[in-house]
């Protein structure tokens, strides 16, 4: 199959490339630093360069590719969140995805599928509640975002394309990730939950995320939004209680609320309000996760070298 990536050099970009060139694809990765792509995946697969905005230069290149996945889009909790930095997250998300839109709609030999990401916070807070892919959006700034970038791959010009929306939950694997950062007050015994503690944790290992992408990429039934998180979503509390015994650390010391919001800012309420999502569609559909449970996930990601 022919591919076309954009943000192949994020966490998740990296496994999926790697992923798709082992099985033989040909891929196109678009992105803002090719040379960076050439660096770490070789000559083997082409780079060109590319901007948020439509750009006719990169999309030429995607004609006669048979799928787009998109994953491009500033790092949720890579920066605390002011005015400046939500819209950033805001335009970097619905810019990438308008701008692949309008490149699909110029050219005469169009994708089958385009595969989006977007995010669990598309719901909202939304407490106990068991959320599917039939559950309405939320009012919050990350639900808002969620939406934007959604609607901007609803476009009716493009409804001959297959269009996919992952909505993605925390990612955990190795070398990365929201756990990379978790990890390190664990190591030295202060690790624990955040504020209450009772918030969920909608998660998914990352290999399960881009079996989930390829099963999506294979299957022409497959559209629409689906969950990318584990059946089994947990609460902050149990998350990091599982985390510590992973570690051999302890896991009693919580994160105050207003330690928090000093640290992140407005990201703060992500972390402590979360969201119970299960996916249901996807597992209607016979996809079957590896790591559906927290415990087997982290034995995996924790196993010796």
Known sequence: MRVVILGATGFIGRALVYALHGRGDDLLILSRRPNLVTRRFGTQIRAVQWTPEYDPAWGREIEGYD?????AGEPLFSRRWNTRQKDLILNSRADSAAGIIKA??????????????????Y???????????DSPPGEDFLAKVCRAWEEEVEDD?????????????????RGGGALGRMIKPFKFGLGGPLGSGKQW?????LRDLVDLIRWALDNPKVEGPLNGT?????????????????????????????L?????????????????????????????FTYPTLSAAFQEIFRPE
């Not at 719901?123 to 892919?133: A, M, R």
């Not at 297959?162 to 955990?172: A, D, F, K, P, Y």
């Not at 584990?230 to 105050?256: M, Y």
């Open 67 to 71: 799928a787009v996945i998109n994953l």
């Open 104 to 121: 699909i709609r110029r050219i005469d030999h169009r994708p089958d599928t385009l595969i989006s990401a977007s995010a669990v916070g």
């Open 123 to 133: 719901y909202g807070p939304q407490g106990d509640q068991e959320l599917t892919e």
């Open 157 to 173: 010009d493009t409804q001959s394309v297959r269009t996919v929306r992952i909505r993605i939950g925390m990612v955990l694997g």
């Open 201 to 205: 944790v909608s998660w998914i290992h």
């Open 230 to 258: 584990s059946p089994h979503p947990i609460t902050n509390k149990e998350f990091a209680q599982t985390l510590g015994r992973a570690l051999h650390r302890p896991a009693a010391f919580p994160v105050p609320g207003f």
């Open 260 to 288: 928090l919001r000093l640290a992140v800012g407005g990201a703060a309420e992500v972390l402590l309000e979360g969201q119970r999502v299960v996916p249901a569609r996807v597992l209607e559909s016979g996809f079957s």
